[in-house]
């Protein structure tokens, strides 16, 4: 499996999406990590912090956006305060809190300038939820505000850090204060839609999914047909990132309905909130019909009971004994 630096589990309310006889756990729960990042440590209860302007070490090497920097020991002592310093200011959209970022980040220990982790070593960026609980605190509060295209560099003391109990896996002690340089890459939010360009959507057999990217539900209309036994996943919009992998872990908006009738039974849309999840922890229709899409994308997705639940739908979800399911899939990042 393709090394992440953090764990990503399947969110509670994704009843719908968790795949039925599988003993893996939640999503990625048995992955392990032998990076630092920034997510947040057990408890996280620190008040806001006061945020200054230094003292920050110099960036001395890799000084563009997006390119692997290098960062200077800290001289003397670091504040007390969260210091945020916004190195390149950016044009794009504005991070509120609990939005996900997308960022390539090094991080490493003021009074060694040890670097205890790099995105840009691992040549894969970073999503992740400015959420409490979810993140450092020094990164919740230092990034919100902050616009897409920016770097920003930050010395994050014990308190909105990793705390007392510092971070052994990473070599960091609790009394330690970390910098990190974070180039935001991009936001997304419960707003947020897949951007690629409309794919004509010509079989009559299949459902039709609407094209709007204003962050709505789009709208899915059931063919007057008999359901397909064979999974059918086809491009609405067709995006221009990366392909998703069968391993990989994925940012997504996404609506459910069932072929018969119509009717919704899940939607992120509905719940205002993004949901991640590893294509290794979803039913097989999901996993088999986002692997080799792009990013960027809006997929449909028709799931026949044998690739989908069949005769054992989870409970409480509304979902009955063999049937057919539909989705529209927004794939915003990978993770």
Not at 108 to 120: E, L, M, N, P, R
Not at 240 to 249: H, L, M, P, R, T
Request: charged share 20%; proline share 7%.
């Amino acid at each position: 499996m393709r090394r992440r630096s953090l764990l990503i589990a399947v969110p509670a309310g994704l009843v719908t999406l968790a795949g039925c006889g599988d003993d893996d756990g939640g999503a990625d729960s048995a992955e392990a990590t032998d990076t630092a990042s920034p997510s947040a440590p057990a408890t996280s209860a620190a008040p806001p912090p006061k945020i200054v302007d230094g003292p920050l070490p110099a960036i001395t090497a890799g000084t563009k956006f997006d390119e692997k920097p290098t960062v200077a020991k800290g001289s003397g002592e670091p504040s007390k305060n969260l210091a945020v310093k916004t190195v390149i200011a950016g044009g794009g959209r504005t991070v509120a809190e609990n939005d996900y970022i997308q960022a390539n980040y090094l991080g490493q220990i003021w009074d060694t300038a040890k670097v205890f982790d790099s995105s840009y070593d691992r040549k894969t960026p970073l999503v992740i939820q400015l959420a409490q609980g979810g993140i450092i605190d020094g990164w919740r509060y230092g990034l919100t505000g902050k616009k897409v295209g920016s770097r920003v560099l930050m010395s994050v003391p014990p308190t909105w850090g990793y705390g007392e109990q510092g971070n052994s896996q990473a070599g960091i002690k609790g009394t330690d204060t970390l910098v990190f340089v974070v180039d935001i890459q991009a936001t997304f939010s419960a707003k947020s839609s897949a951007k690629g360009a409309p794919v004509a959507q010509d079989n009559v057999d299949v459902p039709k999914v609407g094209t709007n990217t204003d962050g709505k539900a789009p709208s899915i209309e059931i063919a007057k047909a008999d359901p397909p036994t064979k999974l059918v996943a086809n491009y609405v919009l067709e995006g221009d990132g990366a392909e998703v992998g069968a391993e990989d872990s994925v940012l997504v908006q996404y609506r459910g309905v069932f072929w018969d009738g119509g009717k919704e039974f899940d939607s992120t849309y509905g719940r205002k909130a993004l949901t991640s999840f590893s294509l290794q922890q979803v039913v097989k229709g999901w996993a088999q019909g986002l692997t080799g899409k792009k990013v960027g994308s809006r997929v449909l997705i028709v799931i026949p009971p044998d690739l989908g639940y069949g005769d054992n739908p989870p409970r409480g979800s509304g979902i009955k004994k063999d049937s057919t399911l539909v989705f529209s899939v927004d794939i915003l990042a990978k993770m």
